[in-house]
T-cell receptor, first 113, second 117 residues
Framework: AQSVTQLDSQVPVFEEAPVELRCNYS??????LFWYVQYPNQGLQLLLK??????LVKGINGFEAEFNKSQTSFHLRKPSVHISDTAEYFC???????????FGQGTRLTINP | NAGVMQNPRHLVRRRGQEARLRCSPM?????VYWYRQLPEEGLKFMVY????????ESGMPKERFSAEFPKEGPSILRIQQVVRGDSAAYFC???????????????FGPGTRLLVL
């Protein structure tokens, strides 16, 4: 069975600093990879996804992620964060051929002024 | 195009009561997924439905939980005889086509936060 590990439960950064949120997955078959953001008391919003092709994926709000097959990682990055990026970020995978998403535990990003 | 709608947004029940959570998918979407988020945890898949059919219920607890997606109306997640451990946020997602095979995006609703006293 596949699993997703988000290595940091909380990440505090200063405004305008760069940030990287780490995600590793385990699966014996090919997967699709997703990053979702959850603002307080709201549902999840898709930031970006990797299906195939270029390993660098650009998403909304200035976020990007890089798929690394050899390291089974899909880390999320942003070169300069804003206060409005304060939220919980979830990495997820789905098996090609399966319906469900398997989520990591989430990383809470806190932006300090 | 309205997003995925869930109601109620907050639901309080006493132990032993029934909870009914409703989900209206986005217009044109015929695939619905339910997930549960326990406090301080990620989302866990519960069930996947198409109109009038349960396709995958591998994440549903064996007892007290049921789901349906009728031909007309919203999808319903029903929890009978609730216990305190059922307290969680329940999210519904929808997609226009099956999520498998194409990496189709699942669009999430705002969730229903269930509190069992």
């Amino acid at each position: 069975a596949q699993s997703v590990t988000q290595l940091d439960s909380q990440v505090p950064v200063f405004e305008e600093a760069p940030v990287e949120l780490r995600c590793n997955y385990s699966s014996s078959v090919s997967v699709y990879l997703f990053w979702y953001v959850q603002y307080p008391n709201q549902g999840l919003q898709l930031l970006l996804k990797y299906l195939s092709g270029s390993t660098l994926v650009k998403g909304i709000n200035g976020f990007e992620a890089e798929f690394n097959k050899s390291q089974t990682s899909f880390h999320l990055r942003k070169p300069s964060v804003h206060i409005s990026d304060t939220a919980e970020y979830f990495c997820a995978v789905s098996l090609q051929g399966a319906q469900k998403l398997v989520f990591g535990q989430g990383t809470r990003l806190t932006i300090n002024p | 195009n309205a997003g995925v709608m869930q109601n109620p947004r907050h639901l309080v029940r006493r132990r032993g009561q029934e909870a009914r959570l409703r989900c209206s998918p986005m217009k044109g979407h015929s695939h619905v997924y339910w997930y549960r988020q326990l406090p301080e945890e990620g989302l866990k898949f519960m069930v996947y439905l198409q109109k009038e059919n349960i396709i995958d219920e591998s994440g549903m607890p064996k007892e007290r939980f049921s789901a349906e997606f009728p031909k007309e109306g919203p999808s319903i997640l029903r929890i009978q005889q609730v216990v305190r451990g059922d307290s969680a946020a329940y999210f519904c997602a929808s997609s226009p086509r099956a999520a498998s095979g194409s990496g189709e995006t699942q669009y999430f609703g705002p969730g229903t936060r269930l509190l069992v006293l």
